[in-house]
């Protein structure tokens, strides 16, 4: 907030002075009527006893106002002297006060403006009661205009304050029709309505009535043009922010923050962006927690498809990874070491199966199921799945930390979700799954620590086939005959 609006807000004396001002604009307006309609001319030889009489009320009305409005600061507004949040009634009594003192002020004003244009008319040569009592009338109506204009700006930087206290809200008495209308009241209906009042005036001269007419239309178009423009800023320079801020949300940036600056439904509507952008990012992290534990391309899927369980029959390769001796370097290591190694090796896993359009379908303890042609279909699924198989071997050979075996396999599986409706998942069910696993058990005594069947070679392209040579016809448990396997050629052989 800015230094006169932080000043007004913080000190003891600023509410008060608030109201003297906009008390003063009504002030102003009468004088002006008085002037620029003749009535300071007909004041007559007694205006020195008439004087005293007319300035009781206005002095004590202008006491009462300024003694509540001090009781109101010291018992609303001590937060601020405090340094702390306010209570939800005294964040309900800030955001109500501009209406509240505008209407004090309304009722402060009614009295005053009878008795002073009854006093005026008793006690000077002007006796047109009508004309008097709507010009003063019409200067009470400007000066509450102006205390709810003035309030209602002074409070507005404690909006945000006051929206984490009682949440997003829109007083009635702060919306945006309500402030365009006060604001077209206060800068043309009023001067306006001044100008009709002057010269309906017979009793006064044609040129006294003309100069009237003339000041109070430059005064309506001075008052107006500001009047718009602060409202029209009011109103632009939030829209500004949350164009901005949408935008940027648009392209991805989710960590947008929109400052609630009203409580009209422009706040409402930068709370509402607010909202969007942590909906957006609650979501993102939703998706990207989802995506690590069943994959990007089975996150995708679910969320773009149905909810019900769905799946096909497919040619996929199945890769299948396990880690040789578990059991005995569990017990060796201590959990945490071996949980830390079993880690990287299977961040080599995931790493070489998307890289090459595979989907790490599950974790299984110490292994691990890669599938190449589900879900996501793939031109040739072979050659991916044995580049994949290299270099994840290669690669734990590297490190030196573990020692796996690699099996991979090819045939018709059944892809697609399992499960109840409370509670599914996506696999993969069939031989060439089984089979991989079998592949694996004996990968673990091969020389190259690879094995592959038969059919997934075939499927594969010619320089893929041309880095593998036969190695055995194995008799695998639970697959009848024998299985021809294949294991890659070492470099430089």
Not at 20 to 41: C, D, H, P, R, Y
Not at 313 to 323: G, H, I, N, Y
């Amino acid at each position: 907030m800015n230094r006169l609006v932080r000043w007004a807000l913080q000190s003891y004396w600023g509410l008060a002075l608030v109201v003297i001002t906009a008390n003063l604009v009504g002030v102003a307006a009468v004088f002006l009527i008085s002037w620029a309609g003749g009535v300071s001319k007909r004041v007559g030889a007694d205006w020195h006893e008439a004087a005293p009489l007319i300035l009781i009320y206005p002095v004590f009305a202008l006491l009462v106002g300024v003694a509540i409005a001090l009781y109101d600061r010291r018992r609303y507004m001590r937060w601020l002297d405090e340094n702390r949040k306010p209570t939800p009634e005294e964040a309900r009594v800030l955001i109500r006060l501009p209406a509240a003192v505008t209407v004090r002020g309304l009722i402060l004003w009614t009295p005053g403006v009878i008795l002073t244009a009854f006093l005026v008319d008793h006690f000077t040569e002007y006796h047109n009661l009508t004309v008097l009592l709507a010009g003063f009338t019409l200067g009470g109506l400007e000066a509450a205009g102006a205390i709810y204009l003035i309030l209602d700006r002074l409070i507005r930087p404690t909006v945000p304050i006051i929206a984490a206290v009682l949440g997003p809200i829109v007083h009635p008495s702060s919306t945006v029709l309500v402030r365009v209308l006060v604001t077209w009241a206060v800068s043309s209906a009023l001067p306006g309505l001044i100008i009709i009042v002057v010269l309906s005036d017979r009793t006064t001269p044609a040129s006294d009535r003309v100069r009237a007419a003339w000041l109070f239309s430059i005064v309506a178009l001075g008052v107006g043009a500001l009047a718009t423009a602060l409202l029209a800023r009011s109103v632009a320079t939030p829209m500004r922010k949350m164009y901005r801020a949408l935008d940027r949300i648009t392209r991805g940036e989710l960590d947008v923050r929109v400052p609630v600056g009203s409580a009209s439904e422009i706040g409402r509507l930068e709370h509402s962006v607010n909202e969007l952008a942590a909906t957006l990012r609650e979501q993102m992290h939703t998706e990207d927690v989802f995506g690590r534990h069943v994959g990007s391309t089975v996150a995708e899927r679910a969320l773009a498809g149905s909810t019900d369980l769905t799946g096909d029959v497919r040619t996929v390769s199945a890769l299948f990874v396990d880690v040789t001796g578990s059991v005995q370097l569990s017990a060796e290591m201590a959990p945490e070491e071996f949980v830390h190694k079993l880690n990287r090796l299977l961040a080599t896993v995931v790493a070489a199966t998307e890289d090459n359009g595979g989907l790490v379908n599950k974790f299984a303890g110490d292994a691990a199921l890669c599938i190449f042609g589900a879900p996501s279909a793939l031109p040739d699924n072979a050659t991916p799945a044995l580049r994949a198989a290299r270099r994840i071997r290669d690669e734990v050979v590297a490190t030196g930390e573990l020692d796996v075996g690699i099996g991979v396999a090819r045939g018709q599986v059944f892809a697609g979700d399992v499960g109840a409706d409370t509670r599914r998942e996506f696999t993969v069910i069939g031989d060439a799954v089984n089979e991989a696993a079998r592949l694996t058990a004996v990968a673990k005594e091969a020389p190259r620590r690879i094995l592959v069947s038969d059919a997934i070679l075939q499927a594969a392209t010619p320089a893929e086939r041309s880095k593998w040579k036969r190695y055995k016809d194995l008799r695998l448990r639970g697959i009848p005959g024998r299985t021809r396997t294949w294991s890659d050629i070492p470099p430089g052989k």
